[in-house]
C-alpha cells in the first residue's frame, strides 16, 4: 500500500497562525529535542485524525490551546485532508472535516453527515481492508483498517520492554489483546478468512459426521426396541386368545393387524347383544353349510349304490349265459325248457338295458371340501365367540385386555420417526469433509510458509545488527504469533527452549527493531497488503538515555551505549535502503521521535532532521508565542 504522511497542521484557540509540520516519503524523518516538548505527540495526533475512539493527546499545553488537528496523507496516488476538532475537557469531538487534495483550508469546519464510523467505510474501503469479522465471547466484531495500524506504531511504551511487541494498550481497546494472533495472521498474508471459515466448515462437518453416525444407531435401537415392544404386544394378545401365532416373521404391520384385529374382537364382543346376533346367524350359515355338505353326501352315495346295483344284476344273471352256451350238452323238459327260455330272454334284456350312471362333476369334491371348510371356519368362529363371551366376564382378563390396548397406543404413538439422514447422505457428508479437511491443510500450509517467510525476514535484519550483546549474536529469531513475542534459540535447539530473558533494554530494543523492520519488508514483498508502508519510532534510545552514559547537548558519552545506537540507525537506514534503492519495491516512510542530537545520524543518507525542539531552533510542537501568552 502506497501510503504516506505528508503534513499535520495545528489550528489554535487563539488568535495565531497554523503551525503546519511536514514530511517526506522515502525518508526516516526525525524529530528530535528535549522532553517534555510534544515530540512523542505527534503519533498521538496522527491517531487521532486517523478516527481514533479517544484522544490520548496530553491536555495541557497541547489540548487546551489546539482548535483542530489535520492531516494531509497520500495514499495510492491520491492526497487527503482530514481534520478533527480538539476534545474539550477529554471528551472527543464530533465534528470531521474531509477533502480530497492536499492544501488545508483557512480554517475547518465540520461537514454535515460526515461521522466517525463513516470516515471509518471510506478509509476501510481506501485501505482496501478485507470482509471479515472476529467472534468475540456473544459478539462481532469487524476488522478496519485502524486494526492495522497496530503493525505501524513501536511506541516508546514497548520499544525496549520485555516481551511486548505489539502496544496494543495504546489504542485503549481490550478487544485488540483477544483478536491479536488473527490480526498478526492476516497483516503477513495467511488467509485467516479463509482458514477461518475452511475451520468452521470443518468443524461442523465433523459434528455432523459424528451427530448423523450416532443417530443412525439411535435410530436403530429405537427401531427395535419398537419393534421388540410390538412383538410382546402381539404375544400377548394370543395369550389372551385375541390372534393367531405365526411361525414366519412378519412386516410391522402384519404384526398391528394381529394387534389390532384382536382388540377389535373384544370390543366387538362387549356389544354383547350384537355377539348374540352374530351367533346365531354364523349358526344358521353352519346348518345351511351342513345341509349342502349332506346334499353332497347323499348324491355321492346313491351315485356309488347305482354302480353296485348295475353290477349286481348283471352278476345275477351270469348263469343263464352258461346254459345258453353249454344248451346242447343238457336235456330239458318242456318246462324247463319254458324257464330257460324266460331267463334267456332276462338275460338278453339285461344285457341290452346299460344302466345310465352320468360321472359326478369334476370340481364336485373341491366344491364339498371347500363347504367343508367354510363350516369348520364358522365353527371356529362360534367356538372363540362364546370362549370370548365366557372370558368377558373374567375381571382379570378383561384387565390384561385393557392394559394391552392401552399399551398398544403408547406404542403407536411413540413410533420412533428416523431422524438419520440415510447412508448416502451420509457418504456425500464424508466426501465434502474429505475436500474441506484437504483445502484446510493446504491453507495451513501455505499460512506456515508465510509464517517462515517472517522469520526468514526478521533474521535478516537480526543478522544484519551487531548491538545485540555477543552472547546471543549467533541465536536464531524466531516470532511466536500465538504469543506475540519474538524468541531466540540458541543453535542446535530446534526451537524448543528459547532464551528467557536477554537481559538489557538495549537488547530488546533491537529485538523490537528487527521485528518490525523485518515485518515491513515482508509486507513489502508480499504487496497489495492493508498495513500502510508506514513506520513511526519512538526514541531507540531509550534504554540510553540518561543512564549508562553522560548525556551533554544530546550527545552520549558512553562509549558503548554510543556506537550501539549509531548501530540501531544504521540497522533502521539499511531498512531504507534495501527496500526503495536497492529493490525498488514502493514508498516507504519513517518518522523517528529521538531525544538524540543529529551527530548520530549525519552518515546516514535516509535520516532527514525535520525539527529540532530545542530552545534555539523549533523550541516544541506549540510554537514559542503561545507559550509567552500564556
Not at 363347504?371 to 373374567?394: A, F, N, P, T, W
Request: proline letters at 3%; a negative charge.
Amino acid at each position: 500500500m502506497n501510503f504516506y504522511i505528508k503534513k499535520i497542521q495545528l489550528w489554535f484557540r487563539r488568535d495565531i497562525s497554523p503551525k503546519c509540520y511536514e514530511f517526506f516519503p522515502d525518508k526516516v524523518n526525525v524529530v528530535t529535542g528535549h522532553s517534555s516538548t510534544g515530540k512523542s505527540s505527534i503519533l498521538r495526533i496522527i491517531d487521532y485524525c486517523l478516527m481514533a475512539p479517544e484522544s490520548t493527546i496530553v491536555e495541557d499545553v497541547i489540548n487546551e490551546n489546539v482548535a483542530w488537528y489535520g492531516l494531509s496523507f497520500h495514499l495510492n496516488g491520491n492526497d487527503f485532508i482530514v481534520a478533527r476538532r480538539a476534545p474539550q475537557n477529554e471528551i472527543v469531538s464530533f465534528d470531521i472535516y474531509w477533502a480530497e487534495g492536499s492544501d488545508f483550508p483557512e480554517q475547518p469546519a465540520p461537514l454535515n453527515n460526515l461521522t466517525r464510523g463513516s470516515v471509518i467505510a471510506k478509509l476501510n474501503e481506501m485501505f482496501d481492508v478485507p470482509s471479515f469479522n472476529f467472534e468475540i465471547s456473544d459478539k462481532k466484531v469487524q476488522l478496519t483498517f485502524r486494526h492495522f495500524l497496530l503493525f505501524n506504531y513501536l511506541t516508546e511504551d514497548i520499544i525496549a520492554t520485555f516481551n511486548s511487541y505489539l502496544d496494543t494498550k495504546f489504542f485503549a481497546d481490550k478487544e485488540y489483546d483477544l483478536i491479536l494472533e488473527d490480526l498478526i495472521k492476516i497483516a503477513i498474508g495467511m488467509d485467516e478468512n479463509l482458514e477461518q471459515r475452511l475451520s468452521m466448515q470443518h468443524k461442523e462437518l465433523d459434528k455432523r459426521i459424528v451427530k448423523e453416525s450416532n443417530q443412525k444407531s439411535t435410530d436403530e435401537e429405537s427401531q427395535k426396541k419398537y419393534r421388540e415392544n410390538l412383538h410382546n404386544l402381539k404375544q400377548t394378545a394370543i395369550r389372551l386368545g385375541l390372534g393367531e401365532d405365526l411361525l414366519f416373521n412378519l412386516e410391522e404391520g402384519d404384526v398391528m393387524q394381529i394387534i389390532q384385529t384382536g382388540i377389535k374382537k373384544y370390543k366387538d364382543f362387549v356389544e354383547n347383544s350384537r355377539k348374540q346376533q352374530q351367533i346365531k346367524e354364523l349358526e344358521r350359515e353352519a346348518r345351511q353349510l351342513k345341509v349342502k355338505i349332506s346334499s353332497y353326501n347323499i348324491l355321492e352315495a346313491e351315485y356309488n349304490k347305482a354302480i353296485v346295483y348295475a353290477e349286481s344284476v348283471k352278476d345275477c344273471l351270469q348263469p343263464v349265459k352258461y346254459l345258453k352256451e353249454h344248451l346242447d350238452e343238457i336235456v330239458l323238459s318242456a318246462e324247463t325248457l319254458d324257464l330257460f327260455k324266460s331267463l334267456e330272454s332276462a338275460f338278453d334284456s339285461a344285457n341290452s338295458f346299460n344302466i345310465p350312471v352320468k360321472k359326478l362333476p369334476t370340481d364336485f369334491e373341491n366344491r364339498r371340501k371347500e363347504l367343508i371348510y367354510q363350516q369348520e371356519s364358522i365353527r371356529k368362529k362360534i367356538r372363540e365367540m362364546r370362549e370370548l363371551g365366557e372370558l368377558v366376564y373374567d375381571a382379570e382378563w378383561v384387565r390384561r385386555v385393557l392394559m394391552l390396548e392401552t399399551e398398544f397406543e403408547k406404542v403407536v404413538r411413540s413410533k420412533p420417526k428416523r431422524k438419520f439422514i440415510g447412508d448416502s447422505a451420509l457418504v456425500d457428508l464424508k466426501d465434502q469433509f474429505a475436500i474441506i479437511d484437504r483445502r484446510l491443510r493446504d491453507i495451513k500450509e501455505i499460512n506456515g510458509i508465510r509464517a517462515d517467510n517472517l522469520n526468514e525476514c526478521i533474521t535478516t535484519f537480526y543478522n544484519l545488527q551487531h548491538g545485540i550483546s555477543d552472547n546471543y549474536t549467533s541465536c536464531t529469531p524466531d516470532f511466536d504469533i500465538e504469543n506475540s513475542v519474538l524468541k531466540l534459540y540458541r543453535d542446535g535447539d530446534k526451537k524448543e527452549f528459547p532464551v528467557k530473558n536477554i537481559g538489557s533494554k538495549s537488547n530488546y530494543m533491537f529485538m523490537h527493531l528487527c521485528f518490525f523492520l523485518g515485518l515491513h519488508e515482508l509486507l513489502l514483498v508480499n504487496g497489495n497488503n492493508s498495513v500502510p508502508n508506514f513506520l513511526f519510532i519512538d526514541q531507540p534510545s531509550i534504554p540510553y538515555y540518561g543512564k549508562n552514559g553522560k548525556e551533554k547537548g544530546n550527545l552520549f558519552k558512553g562509549k558503548d551505549d554510543t556506537i550501539k545506537l549509531k548501530d540501531a540507525f544504521r540497522l533502521i537506514n539499511g531498512f531504507m535502503d534495501r527496500n526503495i534503492n536497492f529493490n525498488k519495491r514502493a514508498h516507504f516512510q519513517i518518522i523517528l521521535i529521538e531525544h538524540a542530537d543529529p551527530e548520530y545520524w549525519k552518515d546516514f543518507n535516509f535520516f532527514e532532521t525535520r525539527y529540532q525542539f530545542t530552545e534555539d531552533k523549533d523550541y516544541g510542537l506549540i510554537p514559542q508565542e503561545i507559550y509567552s501568552g500564556l
